[in-house]
């Protein structure tokens, strides 16, 4: 496969693995993970195991996981960004200071009036630093705003945060005035 077929598999493998399984006839069992053959097999014939492994190595993101699972058959699963029930298990762990958040200028107002609201996703996602919040950010259309959130008051009043395996920081909320403008 050729690396523009690789990042196609790997948006198709985040729709079914993240969004909905059933599209293609899985089921993920509580904490995400499906049988890495029977995804094979609902992916096709077109779909090699090798091609799955490119794109789980690969990705920038890392955002698929592999893991040998019961009975020895090896298992994939998202490690975020799901809008179907899953556990996956994270534990609570004491976040750095400060976190941020890339989004669109246009959304600001909004943001300053409720916070950051985790929408269709299990959680509020966080960057670790600047410039991955940007390029989160520039995923959206118009100017960029980056917004600094105040992670170490929000733990001290007892907020949880969560680090997906991926290095991705979650929470459920963040109220406005844990939040300023970059
Ligand atoms: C915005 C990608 C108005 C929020 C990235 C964001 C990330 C509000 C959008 C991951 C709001 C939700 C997640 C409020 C939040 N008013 N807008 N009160 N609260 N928003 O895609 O954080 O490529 O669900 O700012 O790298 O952009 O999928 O969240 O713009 O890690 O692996 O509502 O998705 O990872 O958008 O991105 P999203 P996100 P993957």
Not at 20 to 27: K, N
Not at 53 to 71: C, E, L, Q, T
Not at 100 to 124: D, N, P, Q, W, Y
Not at 162 to 178: F, I, K, M, Q
């Amino acid at each position: 496969m050729d690396s523009a077929a690789l990042v196609r598999l790997s948006r198709r493998l985040s729709y079914i693995l993240r969004h909905d399984p059933g599209s293609v006839g899985l089921a993920l069992d509580p904490q995400g993970w499906v049988a890495v053959d029977e995804l094979l097999a609902a992916l096709g014939s077109a779909v090699s195991r090798a091609d799955l492994d490119a794109v789980v190595a690969g990705n920038d993101k890392r955002r698929y996981a592999i893991r040998v699972g019961p009975g020895d058959r090896d298992e994939i699963r998202a490690s975020q960004g799901h809008s179907v029930p899953v556990d996956l298990g994270l534990a609570a762990v004491a976040p750095p200071p400060v976190l941020f958040h890339g989004t669109s200028a246009a959304a600001l107002a909004s943001i300053r009036a409720r916070g950051l609201e985790r929408g269709g996703r299990h959680h509020v996602h966080l960057s670790p630093d600047v410039t991955t919040a940007r390029a989160v950010g520039r995923r959206r259309r118009g100017p960029v705003a980056v917004l600094t959130v105040d992670a170490a008051a929000m733990a001290a009043a007892g907020h949880r945060f969560y680090r997906s395996a991926n290095g991705v920081w979650l929470t459920d909320h963040v109220p406005p005035e844990y939040l300023r403008t970059s």
